[in-house]
């Protein structure tokens, strides 16, 4: 990253990411409270496996999208499987950061409630 990138405006990619950890809070419901409850990792778990899915899956998603989209659900994914909504590399990418950022927010509302 440049200098020039550091002292502007965040990029699109950290505003994408802001917004759908939003969207997760405001739309489905994941208050810190609830995110809260998660200590079996997964939030970690639910990151890692949009990731494990681009790692895997992106060569195919320009060609065939819908083998993207329907690929089966990762063995370490922490929720049922009608939750697994894998979308495009990017979008998954997103969410996963997201994931991961609630995360670390859990990890230190934690850090300083035991203070």
């Known amino acids: 990253?440049?200098?020039?990138?550091?002292?502007?405006?965040?990029?699109?990619?950290?505003?994408?990411v802001l917004n759908e950890r939003q969207r997760q809070i405001d739309k489905k419901g994941f208050s810190s409270a609830k995110d809260d409850l998660y200590e079996q990792n997964e939030l970690v778990r639910a990151g890692a496996s949009y990731v494990n899915h681009v790692v895997g899956r992106s060569w195919c998603f320009e060609e065939f999208p819908e083998n993207y989209r329907n690929e089966?659900?990762?063995?370490?994914?922490?929720?049922?499987?009608?939750?697994?909504?894998?979308?495009?590399?990017?979008?998954d990418l997103v969410r996963a950061a997201a994931l991961l950022i609630a995360e670390i927010e859990r990890i230190d509302r934690k850090e300083i409630a035991n203070e």
């Open 72 to 91: 089966d659900v990762s063995d370490f994914w922490p929720w049922p499987v009608t939750f697994w909504k894998p979308k495009s590399p990017r979008e």
């Open 1 to 16: 990253m440049s200098n020039e990138q550091l002292s502007n405006s965040p990029s699109q990619a950290i505003v994408d």
